[in-house]
C-alpha cells in the first residue's frame, strides 16, 4: 500500500510540475516575440552591413582617383552612388537595405540623405587627418558589425566608423557626443563650414 501511495504522490508531483511548466510556456513565447519585434537590430546579420568592407572599397576608390574619395555636387548619396553595386549593402549601414541605392543607381535619380543608414564625409582625400571619420552609422547597434548572438543581446550600443587613415573603430553611443564635438572641429580645421559639419554629425535615422 505504502508503495502505492507513494507512485500516487509522485504522479500528482509530476502533473503538478508539468502543469506549472505549461503555464510558464505562454509568457515566455509572448516575451519571446515581443523582444524579437521591438530588437530588430539584435537579431541581424553582424556582417550584413560590414563597415570594413565599405570602408576598404573607399580605399580602393580613392586610389583609382588620385587620391580623392568619392564626392558628388548633389550631395554625399549621390557620391555613394559613384561606387559599385556590390558594396552598397555595406554602404547603406544597419536598419537600413540597399534597394532604394540600387533604385536610385538604375534610374539615374537623386538619392536623399534619409534613405542613407551610414553618413559619409565626401570632400576627403586620402592626405586628409587620417583621425577623420568618412564614413559612419546613423543608427547606434548593440556590439556593432562584429559582434554576434548571444553576445550581441548585452553588448554595448554603439556606433561603426570608419577613418581616413583606413581603420574603423566602435564608438559607444554614451561617448558619441563627444566623438562628434571632436569630429566637427577636425572638419572645420580641414576646412568645412561649421555649419555643414554639425549638420553631418547631427543627421539622424528615418
Known sequence: MSDGRA???????MRRRWRWILLAVPPVVVFV?????THPLVFMDAHAHCIAFAGLQLEEYASEHEGRFPSHPKGYPNALL??????????????????????AMRTGSDLPEEECGRV????LTKKSNPELALLFD???TPGGDHCHL???????????????????????ESDWPKFASEQVE?????GFEREEAERLFACKPK
Open 150 to 172: 548571444p553576445a550581441r543581446m548585452w553588448a554595448p550600443v554603439g556606433r561603426e566608423v570608419w577613418l581616413v587613415g583606413c581603420g574603423h573603430i566602435f564608438v559607444r
Open 82 to 103: 559613384l561606387m559599385h553595386e556590390d558594396c552598397f549593402h555595406s554602404l547603406t549601414g544597419p536598419g537600413y537595405d540597399a534597394a532604394p541605392l540600387v533604385e
Open 138 to 140: 546613423k543608427l547606434p
Open 120 to 123: 559619409y564625409i565626401q570632400g
Open 33 to 37: 516575440f515581443v523582444y524579437v519585434r
Open 186 to 190: 577636425l572638419l572645420v580645421q580641414e
Open 7 to 13: 507512485e500516487t504522490e509522485m504522479g500528482a508531483a
